[in-house]
Structure formats: C-alpha cells, structure tokens
C-alpha cells in the first residue's frame, strides 16, 4: 500500500521555540491531513489541505500541501508545553486505483515541550 | 454531544476467544473506519465502510471482520484472537465530502486490546 515517512521522530524543545514536520511520500496524494494525538486519546484534526501549494492556518499552526503533491509541512510556532503530543501527517491517494475510502498515515512526530 | 464512542476501552483476553470491540457515532456519517495503532507504525487501517452494507479492506484485514447492518455502529470482530493483535484500535467517522468522502475524520477515544 502507499507509505508515508514522517520526519522527525521526536523532538524535545523549550517552550517559545518554533517547531517544523514533514511528510513525504513517493507517489503523488491529493489530500494531506495533519492530526494531534495527546495521552490517551484519539487522534484531532487539526488542518486539512486539498489543493497542491496550499498554505493553510490554525492559530499558532501552519501547514502546507507541497507543489509536487508529494510532501507537506506543519509549522508551529512559539510552543508552549500544551503542544506535547503525537503529530501524524495522513493522506489520500488515488495512486494504482486506489479507492476513495482508503487513508494512509505517517508514522508520527513524538513532540516534547520543556518549560 | 457529538462523539464517536467504543467499547470496551481495555480488554485483556486468551490467544483464540473470540471478541468484539464496538463502535458507535451520533453524528449521522456515512463513512466509518478501524486503525490499529502500534509504536513507530503510526495508525494502520484495518477496514471501513462508506456506508450501511458497504465495507472494504484497509491496509491490514487480516484477522478482523466488521459490518455495518446500520448507520451509527461498525462493530470489529477478532474471531481467533492472536498476541500479534495486541494493539490500540481507534474507530474513526466521518462525513462524505465533494470527491465521495470527507477525510476530516473524527476519532474514538481508543480501545487497547492485550492477547496473550
């Protein structure tokens, strides 16, 4: 199946530091999600990205669906340790017939906000 | 509330007892989803359905089955439990979109199924 890689693994800054992600894929996808999972919980979307070279914000996160439709990046900017969590990129591609149903996730990004 | 809930939120069972996590929403969406969640694997999707009778394999099949008889619920069944399926499972949904689906998908709170 499509395979997303995830960068970093984790990353352990101090609070008010600007964070960035990415994700990238081989083949091309037509839809980039970025979600937050905290302790316990399931994963929150916290932006969606439709067309290539999309720029789009949420408060202190921006994302950004690459022009090549292959990659896309999460900024967030002055952390604060209620950032801490697990940050997946996921994505939809209709590479190889792929139905509309199927969703494709990155690893994760391991966040860790030091005060 | 709008919620996606799942049942139980922990389970413990033997190798090969058969088992069911359920899920429900209350959001009247059409597409529903499991992943299964392991460390450095991200989530994984396992089946989803876009919609009452209509399911389709994810990613990851092997070992579940699911239905959909009615909208809100979506029911995983492990029929002969294996270690190899301890995991944490999230049931998603969501509404269909422009192109036929939404990928804006809302999660469960999780289930963690340990099978020894």
């Known amino acids: 199946g499509q395979q997303l890689n995830q960068s970093p693994q984790s990353m352990f800054i101090q609070e008010g530091e600007d964070v960035s992600m990415n994700c990238t894929s081989s083949?091309?996808?037509?839809?980039w999600l970025w979600y937050k999972q905290d302790p316990g919980e399931g994963p929150v979307l916290l932006i969606a990205?439709?067309?290539?070279?999309e720029l789009t914000s949420n408060g202190r996160l921006t994302a950004q669906f690459g022009i090549t439709r292959k990659d896309s990046f999460l900024n967030i900017s002055a952390s604060i340790p209620s950032d801490v969590g697990i940050y997946f990129c996921?994505?939809?591609?209709?590479?190889?017939?792929?139905?509309?149903?199927?969703?494709?996730f990155g690893q994760g990004t391991i966040l860790t906000v030091h005060p | 509330e709008a919620q996606v809930t799942q049942n139980p939120r922990y389970l413990i069972t033997v190798t090969g007892k058969k088992l069911t996590v359920t899920c429900s929403q209350n959001?009247?969406?059409?597409?529903m989803s499991w992943y299964r969640q392991d460390p450095g694997l991200g989530l994984r999707q396992i089946y989803y359905?876009?919609?009452?009778?209509?399911?389709d394999k994810g990613d990851v099949p092997e070992g579940y089955k699911v239905s959909r008889k009615e909208k809100r619920n979506f029911p995983l069944i492990l029929e002969s439990p294996s270690p190899n399926q301890t995991s944490l499972y999230f049931c998603?949904?969501?509404?269909?979109?422009?192109?036929?689906?939404?990928?804006?998908?809302?999660f469960g709170p999780g289930t963690r199924l340990t099978v020894t």
């Open positions: 998603a949904s969501s509404l269909e979109g422009l192109a036929g689906v939404s990928y804006e998908q809302y």
């Open positions: 083949s091309i996808f037509n839809t």
């Open positions: 990205l439709y067309k290539a070279g």
């Open positions: 996921a994505g939809h591609s209709n590479a190889g017939g792929t139905s509309y149903g199927k969703l494709t």
């Open positions: 959001m009247n969406h059409e597409y």
């Open positions: 359905s876009m919609n009452v009778e209509v399911t």
